[in-house]
């Protein structure tokens, strides 16, 4: 296909992002003192992120158990108050070591 073809999909996504991100600036002129708004647009972009991550993490190795492993090493070192970069070397080790043993059970 050619570019021509994507085209009018491309500017589409292009309006509705910018829509998205002009209209509010547009319509709220003052600032937001609601305390319940305030503390939910805080939130929102820790909720999405742990909606994308999530399902992903569980997916992402051969089965679920294995990926149950990395994710209980990663909530063990993160509890622990590790750094990002532990964590995610802890919780890789632990979906590998995983791996291995289920490739010895079967």
Do not use: C, D, H
């Amino acid at each position: 296909m050619s570019f021509r073809a994507f085209l009018p999909y491309l500017l589409t996504m292009a309006l509705v992002t910018y829509l998205v991100r002009a209209v509010p600036l547009v319509l709220i002129k003052e600032k937001i003192k609601n305390k319940f708004v305030l503390s939910f647009l805080y939130y929102m972009p820790y909720a999405v992120l742990s909606v994308m991550t999530v399902p992903a993490v569980f997916f992402a190795t051969s089965s679920v158990l294995t990926a149950a492993v990395g994710v209980a090493v990663a909530l063990v070192l993160a509890y622990f108050k590790r750094s990002l970069l532990t964590v995610a070397i802890g919780a890789s080790g632990g979906v590998f070591a995983a791996e291995m043993i289920m490739q010895l059970i079967k």
